[in-house]
């Protein structure tokens, strides 16, 4: 490949004098401009730890293709964080992001003619963003995360946000004072630092999937935001794109069903949020390949869980990176005979030559050997039935139950069902219907984090099951139940439940259902009236008149 294969068209040829003078105007110079041109896609912003460091690792990213030989162009582009806006109206602003990232770079990289980008992610929909935006344009590309927060300490032991979720229900149920909770709150995400969420939440399972899918350099995403090694693994990561350039080596060379196999399969042995499903068919749909929720559902069934990761299990993704990293995962699947050990890599090696040169810490607890599995299979199931003819993605890992069934109680949005919550007329094998929270009838799909955290606090994860159109954190843990397709606002059966219908979820039998047949639920979706989202307005309005079904990945395009 032309290593100037876009560029070329921008910055060469007497015609092209007035853009050159352009850039020139703020310190291009003749030697800069013929050079290929890299993009560097940046999502930071000041609004939240995750990507807060952004702007410093991209400096390092540019010093890195400038050493080996190329331009490197700094672009920004939005960001939401999930945390911060969680339990408010504010986080059906985050789905919209994805495709709002997605769009901008593929728009700047389009315009500007670039040869190559390098996309920095940290917050949950900045991953699936930025890879979403490479696989579109199909460049020479890779992505970087920009790492995890270290764990923070309270009452002698390592917390995470999580814990600040759950402190939420367990000071309304009368658990924990105000001197507590407000202690927790300050250590929780310590400071000063950086990074994402630190358990196997959607950012550190989208990392770990990216690395495994070949679009992330080998072990960079799960060396912790503020370890000394990040910026070094930032300046490589900036020599790396110009060597991809040259080799021409495009995301759609990398992103394969092969290479997605091997995500979904890290996801399930990970106990992984379940957010890899809704975004994993979103990159399969920008590159072109085909998948289904399915698939999802045949890997977790063959994957046994291994990793002992919060929120289902004990460690974080510091540990992980001391442990080994993904490079270890990798080397599980392939000792289990799970890993598409050809699929390519942007460093050029394979992902079956990165599992075999992977460095196992001695005595690490992380990542369990087969005959140890924590679980016979993965940390996450797709169900069908009734009330989910499009599927539903549950979660696994962090409990035990595969069975649940009790009456339903029903609420039209998240504060509804947490002003429940909090006055403590939850009970005991109820089944929370959580809808009107889909892509379309948020619109924008929030994660109800808020919402499932209070429940454990109070006390109840284990006794209640939950089911929405909308979705439930991947941080959550010790519930049973999921997310439904399609959602009430596109008629889908979940508008057909009543307070005290019965709703059954069984795993081992793959299905999801309420105790009416078939007549009956036409009967109530084709009564049932969901009401107006006061926020259907603006760019959310926009969003809801193109996003598709979360089944097919609630893209856009």
Request: hydrophobic residues 45%; negative net charge.
């Amino acid at each position: 490949m032309d290593p100037k294969h876009k560029s070329r068209a921008l910055t060469e040829g007497p015609e092209r004098a007035a853009a050159r003078a352009y850039l020139k105007g703020i310190n291009y110079s003749d030697e800069d401009l013929a050079k290929p041109i890299i993009g560097v896609a940046n999502t930071w912003i000041e609004t939240m730890p995750c990507n807060f460091h952004l702007r410093m690792l991209a400096k390092h990213v540019k010093d890195g293709i400038r050493a080996a030989g190329g331009t490197p162009m700094e672009l920004n582009t939005v960001a939401i964080s999930d945390g911060i806006t969680m339990g408010t109206s504010g986080m059906k602003t985050s789905l919209v992001s994805r495709e709002v990232i997605a769009d901008s770079i593929e728009l700047v990289a389009r315009g500007h003619l670039f040869d190559g980008v390098v996309a920095l992610s940290g917050c949950d929909k900045t991953l699936p963003g930025t890879v979403m935006a490479l696989a579109r344009l199909d460049l020479p590309s890779l992505m970087l995360y920009g790492g995890s927060i270290r764990p923070g300490r309270f009452q002698g032991k390592d917390v995470t946000i999580q814990a600040v979720f759950e402190a939420v229900g367990a000071h309304a149920a009368g658990k924990m004072t105000d001197a507590e909770l407000h202690e927790l709150e300050g250590v929780a995400s310590p400071g000063p630092g950086a990074g994402a969420c630190g358990g196997q939440f959607t950012a550190n399972t989208m990392a770990m999937a990216f690395e495994v899918l070949g679009i992330s350099p080998e072990g960079s995403s799960m060396v912790p935001a503020e370890a000394e090694t990040k910026q070094k693994v930032a300046f490589e990561a900036g020599q790396l794109i110009v060597e991809v350039l040259k080799r021409g080596v495009t995301a759609r060379q990398v992103i394969t069903k092969d290479s997605l196999e091997n995500a979904i399969a890290a996801v399930a042995t990970s106990g992984g949020s379940t957010n890899a499903v809704l975004h994993l068919l979103a990159v399969a749909h920008e590159a072109g390949v085909a998948l289904s929720i399915d698939d999802f559902d045949r890997i977790s069934d063959a994957t046994p869980l291994l990793c002992d990761l919060a929120p289902g299990g004990k460690y974080v993704a510091v540990d992980l990176y001391a442990a080994g990293g993904v490079p270890l995962v990798l080397k599980r699947l392939q000792q289990l005979g799970r890993l598409n050990e050809n699929a390519p890599t942007v460093t050029g090696r394979t992902v079956g030559e990165i599992a075999r040169a992977a460095e196992e810490a001695e005595g690490q607890v992380v990542v369990r050997e087969m005959s140890e599995a924590i679980k016979p299979s993965g940390g996450l199931a797709i169900l069908r039935g009734n009330l989910a003819p499009d599927g539903c993605v549950v979660k696994l890992a962090g409990h035990e139950r595969r069975h649940h069934q009790g009456p339903a109680r029903v609420f039209e949005g998240e504060e509804a069902a947490m002003r429940e919550v909090l006055a403590g007329t939850i009970e005991q094998g109820d089944v929370l219907v959580i809808r009107n929270e889909g892509p379309v009838g948020g619109p924008g799909m929030r994660e109800m984090l808020a919402v499932t955290a209070a429940l454990n606090g109070a006390g109840l994860g284990e006794h209640v099951a939950l089911l929405t159109d909308g979705r439930f954190s991947g941080a959550t843990h010790g519930f049973m139940g999921g997310h439904v397709a399609p959602e009430a606002a596109l008629n889908g059966p979940i508008a057909a439940v009543h307070d005290g219908d019965v709703i059954t979820i069984d795993v081992d039998a793959k299905r999801i259902d309420v105790d009416l047949d078939d007549a009956e639920i036409a009967e109530r979706v084709a009564a049932y009236d969901p009401p107006v989202s006061p926020d259907a307005t603006g760019v959310l309005a926009k969003y809801a008149k193109l996003v598709g079904s979360a089944g097919q990945g609630a893209v856009t395009t």
